[in-house]
C-alpha cells in the first residue's frame, strides 16, 4: 500500500504530496500493528495456541487491503510485492503474548490506546482503498464500497476465524457507517476539486472522530431483535 495515496491524489511532485507520502507510510505501519494486536486479543480470548495468535493478528493486519486488491482486480496483492506489512503484523501479533504478562496492554487499554489506533487505522484503509479503487477505474459508488472494506474487512476475518458473528455487524456502534460516511465526504471533497491535503486529512478525521464518539458516548444504529426470541 506504499505510496498508493500519493500516487492517486498528486499530479505532480510537491512538497504536499511528499509530506503526504511520509505521514501515510507511518500511520499504514501503525494502524497495521493496532489492527494486529486486535487480533491476537481475539486469539488470546479464544486461548488459541502461538500458530493462532499469528494466523489471527496477520489476518486482521493484511485483511482489509489483501480484500480490497482483489475486489478491483489487482495482484499480485500488496504484501506479496511489499512483505514487510506482513512481516510488521507477525511480529506485532507475537509481542501480545509477553506483553500481556504485564501491566503493558493494561495501561494501554486503561488509557483507550487499541481503540484510538484501531480507529485510526480503520480511517486510514479506508481512505486508500477508496483512492486505490478510483485509480484502478471504478466509479464513485463501487469506490466507496471498497474503500469501506477495506477499512473493516480485516476485522470482519478476525471474527469469522474466531468463530464469532463481526463485530460490524453485531456492535450497534458507529463502524461501517462512519466508514462510509467519510468515503462519501472524500468523494465529494474530489468532485469539489480540493487540495490533496484536504482530500487526505478531512475524510480521515472525521472517520476517526464519528468512531471514538461512537466508542464513548455509545452512538449506533439501532439494533433489530424478534419478540420473544
Not at 469539489?192 to 449506533?220: E, M, S, Y
Amino acid at each position: 500500500m506504499t505510496g498508493e495515496l500519493a500516487a492517486a491524489l498528486a499530479t505532480e511532485p510537491d512538497a504536499v504530496t511528499t509530506t503526504l507520502g511520509v505521514v501515510q507510510r507511518v500511520l499504514e505501519y501503525l494502524g497495521t500493528v493496532a489492527f494486529a494486536i486486535s487480533g491476537a486479543f481475539a486469539a488470546g480470548r479464544k486461548r488459541m495456541d502461538l500458530v493462532g495468535v499469528v494466523v489471527l493478528g496477520s489476518a486482521v493486519a493484511i485483511g482489509g487491503g489483501t480484500l480490497r486488491d482483489l475486489l478491483i482486480g489487482r495482484t499480485p496483492v500488496f504484501w506479496v510485492t511489499e512483505p514487510t506489512f506482513l512481516l510488521v503484523g507477525v511480529v506485532a501479533s507475537l509481542l501480545v503474548v509477553p506483553l500481556a504478562r504485564t501491566r503493558t496492554l493494561d495501561l494501554l487499554r486503561r488509557l483507550q490506546i487499541i481503540e484510538i489506533s484501531d480507529a485510526a487505522g480503520m480511517a486510514l484503509f479506508v481512505v486508500i482503498g477508496t483512492n486505490v479503487a478510483l485509480s484502478a477505474g471504478a466509479n464513485e459508488v463501487s469506490a466507496a464500497v471498497v474503500g469501506v472494506m477495506a477499512g473493516v474487512g480485516g476485522g470482519v476475518i478476525r471474527d469469522v476465524l474466531a468463530n464469532e458473528v463481526p463485530e460490524v455487524l453485531s456492535n450497534a456502534q458507529f463502524y461501517a457507517t462512519a466508514a462510509l460516511l467519510g468515503a462519501a465526504v472524500q468523494l465529494g471533497l474530489r468532485q469539489l476539486g480540493a487540495d490533496p491535503a484536504v482530500v487526505f486529512w478531512v475524510p480521515l478525521v472525521l472517520i476517526l472522530t464519528v468512531r471514538l464518539l461512537a466508542v464513548r458516548l455509545g452512538w449506533g444504529m439501532p439494533t433489530f431483535s424478534v419478540p420473544g426470541e
